[in-house]
């Protein structure tokens, strides 16, 4: 059940324990114990709201930054990663194979602010080598979902 | 034109059940349907995007009347993968203008004039029909709400003459969701084995059962001479508008059906060819991601009539329920007519499906949870004025 819930949970998070008991095939009870011990054990790490920004007034800017560190000994990548996941301006770090170590995206309400979070904040962190900062100019999917208007059910509302 | 002109076998054929229900709903605004008889994914990418090299490479060229060998190969090697039914590519595979053209073929190649064909209801809407214009008495099976609408050895005995050619087994099954268990089809093949009485085997849902595998009649290996499997890309791959299916059976069968096709088709679209190997050699996971998501909202479906008290047995195939709605004392019409009237939703009579079919009505599930969930409460509030 555990990988079945999971799967639903991740497109709907709005989903009902009683539905997705219906759905799954199982007791409510069952449900509603399963998804507290997925949170209790972190597998479910939240429920947010797939927002496009861009279809409001909000101004607001992402970045992708290409850190380049050296790791430390004994903490290898972790310690500097803890020092920039940090920052409130930062959404996602992950460790990456490759031509840099990190890729830190970053959110702004400008550019100015983000550059300025970069060389005040990033750059001049010890371990950090090098910095290359990429504002993202559109959107068009996001968490699996297309940010295009006008996806609507095309299909013939009876047919056999 | 004069009317008069036309052929009488064609002017003879009423027209489908649906067509006067269809009519009033395109008139309607704001109408939830649960009346669609086609997936709501859209064609996996990597498949569309393989229909489209193919068209950027200029393979827009006639392929042979059976279909693109390689085509053929992938389809006797998924049978082969998922039913363990073996057959030759060159000789035992047609690739068709979908099942639909699968079906007509079959009924052509087979039918001499008066021979009957047995088909059990409520069932898809073609098989009398291509019966008729090919020229054969289509003879009705009522199969029973109390037997999960599975047919049954007694009922298809019941039915057997010495006319009979062929039975058209249509599982799982459009508009019940019925399957036909492996104890089920046993005892069909009991009654059919080395009987010259050839299986049609319609199994364009195959890949949408659930709770188990689907089994084909055609893995008896009895059956094997006797049966032509009818199957394709439509519901398994979300690829309805391509015309995708096949016909995998015996070569002489299959020889006299490709004669058709070569005359009538030439053969299917050659986009939708390239499409549909990609489809086999890379789909298997979609088609699993598809069939889990449906399995949600069959349940969801069920749950929501039985909650409202109608009887509903459990389909465990293709992506319909088909509740009984005699304890509102309507009709299948009526009660169609009156939701769509009082609280715009769309569901298809049972009788579209064939007499017996009447007390019922066909809801498909696949459509988003959301949507199905507001068709439920307005179905209930509908449901409540009569029981």
Known sequence: MRQKLLEILEKDSRLSVEDLATMLGVQKEDVQREIETLEAEQIICGYHTLINWDQTDKESVTA?????????????????AHRIYNFSEVKAVYLMSGGFDLTVIVEGKTMKEVALFVAHKLAPLDTVLSTATHFVLKKYKEYGIIFEKGQKDERMIVCP | MKEHLLASKVTGIPPSGIRKFFDIVTEMKDVISLGVGEPDFDTPWHIREEGIYSLEKGKTIYTSNSGLMELRQEITLYLERRYKIGYDPKTQVLVTVGASEGIDLALRALINPGDEILIPEPSYVSYKPCTVLAGGV????????????RLTAEELEANITPKTKALILPYPNNPTGAIMRKEDLEKIVEVLKNKDIIVISDEIYAELTYGGEHISIASFPEMYEQTVVLNGFSKAYAMTGWRMGYAAGPQALIAAMTKIHQYAIMCAPSTSQYAGIQALRHGDEDVQMMRSSYDGRRRLLVQGFRDMGLDCFEPLGAFYVFPCIQKTGLSSNEFCERLLQEQ???????TAFGDCGEGFIRCSYAYSVENLKEALHRIEQFVKKYI
Do not use: S
């Open chain 1, 64 to 80: 992708l930054i290409e850190v380049k560190v050296t790791p430390q000994r004994g903490e290898g990548f972790d310690k500097i």
């Open chain 2, 138 to 149: 289509p003879v009705v099976i009522a199969t029973k709400a109390e037997n999960e609408f």
């Open chain 2, 344 to 350: 715009k939703v769309a569901a298809v009579p049972g």
